[in-house]
């Protein structure tokens, strides 16, 4: 696990052998070098292979594994349902935050004009480079150690979508809360600081007049998000959550034991 890629360039960021460690799978050194390897780099260092086949495969992996998983899971789910769920765990911002949970970002080779402009946490470099790394364990390993690694990164983000009611976010939930309870309909306003290519965005947001909720985010849409979660955490914390809880439905269909 401690093997190095000889192609490494130590000024692109960390040592990727503590990535591999981090993965937890035996994905060859010069693979995973390959999965890191942005357009951006390879324009600016003799086109070495970029990631963008792995990405490719890697997306399909992921999607064939979650959609086995909710298949299995929740067998008296909706296919529409279904597939709404499968939406929310495989969107970009689902993916690119579990990269950042990986640090993901400070490891990935990027051109000069990339780094300079915060690409390392670019939402749309984090996802396809997760991907790429998934498609280089499927080709390395094999599907079951890739389907493993899904698991391991993934099982969280589709239990915590599962519950987010029928339109699969934090707003639709609150929205459906507060109108449950009679309280009004949810208010947002968000500011927003810092330079173009490293905005930070928060969001506040009012029920009743009362501020119930508040968050941040590097979208206008992620603040919102985290806003309604917390104003939703804390109306049911005051009065109880709705009777089937967040995700109504959703949540009764599942999961169904283990897989």
């Not at 391991?152 to 459906?176: N, Y």
């Amino acid at each position: 696990m401690g093997v190095v890629s000889q192609s490494w360039d130590g000024n692109a960021g960390r040592d990727p052998a503590e990535l591999r460690h981090a993965l937890g799978v035996p994905i060859m050194p010069k693979s995973l070098d390959r999965a890191l390897t942005h357009r951006s780099f390879a324009y600016e260092n003799a086109n070495p292979p970029t990631n963008e086949r792995l990405e490719f495969l890697g997306d399909s992996v992921l999607g064939l594994v979650v959609t086995d998983t909710l298949f299995r899971g929740y067998p008296n789910m909706p296919e529409g349902q279904l597939a709404k769920l499968r939406a929310a765990v495989v969107q970009m911002r689902a993916l690119a935050e579990v990269a950042r949970e990986l640090s993901l970002g400070s490891y990935v080779k990027l051109g000069r004009g990339e780094e300079v402009t915060g690409g390392r946490n670019k939402s749309s470099i984090l996802a396809d480079t997760l991907e790429a790394i998934i498609g280089a364990v499927y080709i390395d390993c094999g599907l079951a150690e890739a389907s493993g690694l899904v698991h391991r990164l993934f099982d969280p983000v589709i239990a915590k979508s599962a519950g987010l009611g029928a339109g699969l976010d934090w707003k639709t939930s609150l929205q459906e809360l507060t109108a449950a309870r009679m309280l009004g309909v949810p208010d947002y306003q968000v500011e927003e600081s810092g330079p173009d290519h490293q905005k930070s965005f928060r969001a506040v947001v009012r029920v009743g007049g009362r501020v119930l909720g508040s968050g941040q985010g590097r979208t206008k849409k992620e603040a919102e998000q985290h806003a309604a979660e917390a104003a939703w955490t804390a109306i049911s914390a005051e009065s109880g959550p709705p009777d089937d809880g967040p995700g109504g439905d959703a949540a009764a269909a599942g999961p169904a034991g283990d897989r």
